[in-house]
């Protein structure tokens, strides 16, 4: 200790500041690194919840005891117990969310239960069962449901339902595809309501997914339909990444509806043949009758004259029906007008005499059979007008761009990165502190090292001899050869002809070998100069 103190009287004040700050950064990484290896590994246990649900799982963590974190609204917990206190939390029902399903139904009992009481639970369910669904989606983050349902009045007419959705989602926007899946998603969930009764709105207060999007069925849906047809079965044949198809499809983008009749004079057909016959016989019988003359004798009226007739008639009628054809036909949107395909496929890579690569064509035997295939899978018509060009080159091999992710070597052991770095920052720390700020200072001289001898009784002071020593300068005058001490050669023992010659005059008259001389002989103190004009260089 005393030893301690003798250094540290020694030091003038601006060492001193330098060894307070240097004890102090050296024992302040010590703590941190204590700290740290003391401290647990936290990682991410949940993000994003609301405030009540964020609350019940800070609740249920400090009942357990467990070290946690809260950072921006995300809780952090141990590695180690990530997993067992997510499991453990879920099996009370934590985190739990504001949006309630068919639970709700479970309070309704009793006889104060009316049914519009009911039907308003009912819906409300729905409508937290149809959020739930759509929460599931990993690109959604939250979701709301409003159903507009036309109740159990049975006079109601004319009445349709229809739903609402708000979304929001972890990034960007919700593709139209998406949105028209939850339309049918919602719409199915729901009696008597359309899709195109239901309206999606995302977090940035867009309606997507409306009726007048692209259908499902559009031109570009199925021309890349047939493209991804068309490249698999390519690339069955030359490999992926050897064939590139593109595909042109034009079709038809408007509604057509024709109605026809034709009458054809020539060509009849009986329908019905209806025949009549009639017959009528008559006959008259003489002396029927009392009159004057029947009392005649012999008198010409007392004759018995008859007389007879007899007509008969037919009659037929048929009934022709004329040939008459009518025909109706409604053109729909989305038939095929035209279709061009291209088909870019690679060729083949060999070794020519040098051994250098050649690239080789595919023979005109396999694009032919390929061409084939590819008319057969897009349904080529020729005489609509249909195009297929198929060729064979040469690839050029196209680099990433950008960085590929790969996993890290460490992720896989389970350590973390950022702790292990910033314990190695503060170990460095400590120890250039301690190695080259601290110990430089605080080293003591080494034993049998050569010192300057005590000043003679007339020579000046202590103060202005180290002064005059320290400035590192040289003085080419005059000077008293006896007031000089001598310093002994390697082995301590000096020649009877250098123990009466000073340091400073060895070397003749050349200032430049006296110097190297008293350097060699001194180090101690030309070590002290040196680091005294480098303090005063850095001040």
């Known amino acids: 200790m005393q030893q301690v103190f003798d250094v540290w009287n020694k030091l003038d004040a601006r060492r001193r500041v330098i060894v307070v700050l240097a004890t102090g950064a050296v024992f302040a990484a010590v703590l941190g690194l204590a700290r740290m290896a003391s401290s647990p590994s936290l990682t991410l246990l949940y993000a994003g919840l609301e405030n009540g649900a964020a609350g019940d799982v800070v609740a249920a963590l400090e009942q357990r005891g467990v070290a946690y974190d809260v950072r921006g609204g995300a809780i952090f917990v141990e590695s180690a117990r990530r997993d067992e206190l997510r499991m453990t939390l879920a099996s009370e029902g934590l985190p739990a ?20 009481m009911f039907d308003a639970a009912y819906w409300r369910a729905k409508e937290g069962e149809l959020a739930r669904t759509i929460q599931a989606h990993p690109a959604i983050t939250g979701a709301r449901v409003h159903l507009a349902s036309t109740g159990s009045n049975p006079f109601q007419r004319d009445v349709t339902p229809s739903a609402s959705v708000m979304i929001n989602t972890s990034s960007g926007t919700l593709t139209a595809q998406h949105a028209r899946a939850l339309r049918y998603l919602v719409a199915s969930a729901v009696t008597g309501l359309a899709p195109e009764d239901v309206s999606i709105i995302d977090s940035t207060g867009g309606l997507i997914g409306m009726s007048e999007d692209t259908p499902a069925n559009a031109t570009d849906d199925r021309a890349e339909a047939m493209r991804k047809r068309v490249q698999r079965l390519l690339e069955a044949r030359v490999g992926p990444g050897n064939a590139v198809v593109e595909l042109s499809l034009d079709t038809v983008t408007r509604t057509e509806s024709m109605r026809e009749r034709r009458i054809d004079p020539q060509s009849r057909v009986a329908i019905s043949t209806d025949s009549e016959e009639r017959t009528n016989t008559s006959s008259d019988q003489g ?12 008198g010409e009226a007392g004759g018995t004259d008859s007389s007879s ?44 005499t040098d051994g250098a690569e050649v690239f080789t064509p595919r023979p005109q035997e396999e694009l032919t059979a390929l061409r084939e295939l590819v008319a057969s899978a897009v349904g080529f018509d020729e005489a609509r007008g249909d195009v297929i060009t198929l060729k064979t080159m040469q690839f050029e091999t196209v680099l990433p761009s950008g960085t590929s992710a790969e996993p890290a070597f460490l992720a896989g052991l389970g350590l973390d990165l950022m702790s292990i770095v910033q314990a190695a920052v503060l170990g460095l720390v400590a120890l250039v502190l301690g190695l080259f700020v601290v110990r430089p200072v605080l080293m003591k001289p080494r034993a049998g090292a050569s010192t300057l001898p005590p000043p003679a009784p007339d020579s000046p002071s202590p103060g202005e001899a180290a002064a005059r020593v320290l400035t590192g300068e040289i003085d080419d005058g005059p000077r008293d050869a006896a007031d000089m001490s001598l310093v002994s050669g390697p082995e301590g023992a000096a020649s009877e002809d250098e123990a009466e010659v000073p340091a400073l005059t060895r070397g003749g008259d050349d200032p430049a070998e006296r110097l190297r001389n ?22």
Do not use: C, H
């Open 287 to 298: 002396g029927g009758d009392v009159t004057v003359a029947s009392n005649l004798p012999d």
């Open 97 to 116: 969310t504001s949006t309630k399903g068919y639970e709700l139904l479970d309070s309704m009992s009793g006889f104060g239960t009316t049914s519009q």
């Open 518 to 539: 008293l350097i060699g002989e001194r180090q101690e103190e030309t070590v002290e100069i040196l680091r005294s004009w480098l303090e005063e260089e850095n001040a």
């Open 309 to 352: 007739s007899q007509s008969s008639e037919t009659r037929e009628r048929i009934n022709y029906e004329v040939s008459e054809t009518e025909r109706e036909i409604t053109v729909a949107p989305g038939a095929i007008k035209r279709l061009t395909v291209a088909v870019l496929v690679n060729g083949t890579m060999g070794t020519g």
